[in-house]
């Protein structure tokens, strides 16, 4: 019960419609998010010495600032095993990407540490213990595809079909503040009348950040030549939506190198949650 290895997915916002602004800044938003069978990988050992340590991909970012070191810290009140941990981690997800890598990071070591310091926190208390480090965390704790709405915190699971993505990072570093903070940024899309329709959402911030940084515009206007496609988040990652993952990788080997890719299926289910499931039924 002393080593576990997830993999912290990506996750895609499939439409985002921002809704309002509440008199704190936030924004009620309506989104649908799906989680793909790729992401991040994030090594647990626990130690003897009393301490967080993280290696690995870490470079750039401050051990405090390190949302897996904020999510270890915010489970310490409920450890109920007197050992510190070790956190590998390898960093496959674009930072700042809009794929939610931080905020995934966050939500698999909450997950790991519950169980490997036997915290026995319920899902919806590590969702809450989540939400206050980021606004997307509740979603990859529960771990399904899943229609957000409020600040993204209110959670329904949503039926939607798995089908494979390329994501393209274009290379550019968006800041989530940035966008949510510009005047120019529609704010009044109506809420979701059901039964509504893929076909009929869009992604709010997609014509703003196109504008702010063309190379995203040019990402999209390259890839909506293949297949359907949109922005995720606030951006910079693209996606497009195949059925079959040979289209998907053809497209990817005519990526521009400049570029950064990768194909991934959706899953209804996030792998963290598999990986856990498989991890516990052996350690019994
Ligand atoms: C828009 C999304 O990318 C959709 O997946 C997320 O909801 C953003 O999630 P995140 O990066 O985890 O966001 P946070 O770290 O909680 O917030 C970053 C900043 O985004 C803005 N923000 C975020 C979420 C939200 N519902 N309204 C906002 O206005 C706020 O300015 C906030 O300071
Ligand atoms: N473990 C981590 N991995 C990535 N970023 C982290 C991590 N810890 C803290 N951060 C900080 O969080 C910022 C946002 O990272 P992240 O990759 O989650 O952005 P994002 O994909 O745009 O997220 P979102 O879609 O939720 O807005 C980074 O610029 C980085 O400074």
């Not at 606004?135 to 993204?152: C, E, M, N, R, S």
């Not at 521009?256 to 991934?264: D, L």
């Amino acid at each position: 019960m002393n080593k576990l290895t997830l993999t912290a997915p990506a996750k895609l916002n499939l439409f985002l419609h921002i809704n309002d602004r509440r008199a704190d800044g936030y924004h009620e938003l309506e989104s649908l998010f799906t989680m793909l069978d790729f992401g991040d990988e994030l090594r647990f050992e626990l130690i003897d010495q009393n301490e967080i340590f993280i290696c690995g991909d870490v470079a750039g970012i401050n051990k405090e600032d390190n949302l897996i070191f904020k999510a270890a810290n915010a489970l310490l009140p409920y450890r109920k095993v007197k050992k510190g941990v070790n956190v590998h981690l390898t960093k496959h997800l674009p930072m700042g990407g809009g794929v939610g890598g931080g905020s995934s990071d966050a939500a698999t070591t909450l997950l790991a540490l519950n169980t490997l310091w036997g915290c026995s926190l319920s899902i919806q208390d590590l969702a809450e213990l989540g939400l206050k480090l980021g606004a997307d965390v509740p979603v990859f704790i529960h771990g399904k595809t899943a229609l957000a709405q409020g600040v993204g915190e209110e959670l329904t699971p949503f039926e939607y079909p798995e089908k494979w993505y390329l994501v393209i990072a274009p290379g550019v570093h968006v800041s989530t503040v940035k966008v949510f903070t510009d005047p120019d940024l529609p704010r009044s899309t109506p809420k979701l009348k059901t039964p509504w329709k893929m076909a009929e959402t869009r992604n709010d911030c997609e014509e703003l950040v196109k504008k702010l940084y063309p190379e995203v515009e040019k990402t999209l206007t390259w890839l909506l030549k293949y297949a359907p496609s949109r922005m995720t988040g606030t951006g910079s990652c693209c996606f497009a939506v195949f059925d079959d993952e040979q289209t998907a990788l053809r497209v990817l080997q005519e990526m521009p190198s400049s570029w950064q890719g990768f194909v991934a299926k959706s899953a209804r289910e996030s792998i963290t949650h598999k990986q856990l499931a498989t991890w516990l039924n052996k350690e019994k």
